[in-house]
Antibody
Framework: QVKLVESGGGVVQPGGSLTLSCAAS????????MHWVRQAPGKGLEWVAF????????YYADSVEGRFTISRDNSKNILYLQMNVLRPEDRGLFYC?????????????WGQGNLVTVSS | AIRMTQSPSSFSASTGDRITITCRAS??????LAWYQQKPGKAPQLLIY???TLQSGVPSRFSGSGSGTDFTLTISCLQSEDFASYYC?????????FGPGSKVDIK
């Protein structure tokens, strides 16, 4: 079955950088688009970024555009989220999520999340 | 960006109740609407996609309807394991957006 395991989270100072990784298994990784979704403590879900199955297309939430970069390594079945110029409001649980073949496909599977804390 | 709203934001219900959660999009999204359930400390899980298609393995007491801008999630006979938060999400266009969530707790 689909398995998504995030890693790389931790504590970082405002203005700092962090890279999250998501190891995927149980499905043909290079066939599906992938997303990052975050959730601030006690708050709702916020979609962050998408990358197409081949990496040729990416989309971002306005709140992270220009600061975050989503990428993937289809040879290793790994999804990444490079986060720069982190702000306190970026803190939260970051979920890796599997989309469909098409860009406008729903998310159907989620990882367990990885916590990012931005604090001095 | 398409704005999603949900109502109610929270409410109490009893086991066996029939409940309905409403989701509204700020513009038409066809049937590009999914519903997710999230329990405390857990990742969300897909319940319904394409507004009304039940995800494999999801109990038939869950159902979805609607198209365009107005959608509903119905749980026909609430079970103890259904007390959770529910989110709608549009995937019609980027940026994808979620509703603020509806929390169902025990009366």
């Amino acid at each position: 079955q689909v398995k998504l395991v995030e890693s790389g989270g931790g504590v970082v100072q405002p203005g700092g950088s962090l890279t999250l990784s998501c190891a995927a298994s149980g499905f043909i990784f290079n066939y599906f688009g992938m997303h990052w979704v975050r959730q601030a403590p006690g708050k709702g879900l916020e979609w962050v970024a998408f990358i197409s199955y081949d990496g040729s297309k990416t989309y971002y939430a306005d709140s992270v555009e220009g600061r975050f970069t989503i990428s993937r390594d289809n040879s290793k079945n790994i999804l990444y989220l490079q986060m720069n110029v982190l702000r306190p409001e970026d803190r939260g649980l970051f979920y890796c999520a599997k989309g469909g073949r098409l860009e406008t496909s729903n998310i159907d599977s989620w990882g367990q999340g990885n916590l990012v804390t931005v604090s001095s | 960006a398409i704005r999603m709203t949900q109502s109610p934001s929270s409410f109490s219900a009893s086991t066996g109740d029939r409940i309905t959660i409403t989701c509204r999009a700020s513009q038409g999204i066809g049937s590009y609407l999914a519903w997710y359930q999230q329990k405390p400390g857990k990742a969300p899980q897909l319940l319904i996609y394409a507004a009304s298609t039940l995800q494999s393995g999801v109990p038939s007491r869950f159902s979805g309807s609607g198209s365009g801008t107005d959608f509903t999630l119905t749980i026909s006979c609430l079970q103890s394991e259904d007390f959770a938060s529910y989110y709608c999400q549009q995937y019609y266009s980027y940026p994808f957006t979620f509703g603020p969530g509806s929390k169902v707790d025990i009366k």
